[in-house]
């Protein structure tokens, strides 16, 4: 699976940026997508999780009711839409294919990632 994101950029402190993820080959439907960030000096987190079949989602703590993520396998694609956006939420962000159907366990279960996509939130 090879993956490519896209959304990220400059925003303000409140604000809303949405970020797309395209996956190609014929085995994205079969994989939970998560989006995950690493932040300078931080560790890796991972924010949000969707099943293959879009069943169920995980999001951390940080991000849960104000990030969305969902999935298009007709499209080959997930995005994570993002809303009251703070300093905190600055970092790089990938998209990553964990390999199985299902999500679960820490970031080094998810076998293919994209390029990342930086956000940086700030006045």
């Known amino acids: 699976v090879q993956l490519q994101a896209s959304g990220g950029g400059l925003v303000q402190p409140g604000g809303s940026l949405r970020l797309d993820c395209a996956g190609s080959?014929?085995?994205?439907?079969?994989?939970?997508m998560g989006w995950i960030r690493q932040a300078p000096g931080k560790e890796r987190e991972i924010v949000a999780q969707i099943n293959s079949k879009s069943d169920r989602t995980l999001y951390a703590d940080s991000v849960k009711g104000r990030f969305t993520i969902s999935r298009d396998n007709a499209k080959n694609t997930v995005s994570l839409q993002m809303t009251n956006l703070s300093p905190e939420d600055t970092a790089k962000y990938y998209c990553?294919?964990?390999?199985?159907?299902?999500?679960?366990?820490?970031?080094?279960?998810?076998?293919?990632w994209g390029q990342g996509t930086l956000v940086t939130v700030s006045s």
């Open positions: 080959g014929r085995s994205f439907r079969d994989n939970a």
């Open positions: 990553a294919a964990r390999g199985t159907p299902y999500y679960g366990g820490d970031a080094s279960t998810y076998q293919w």
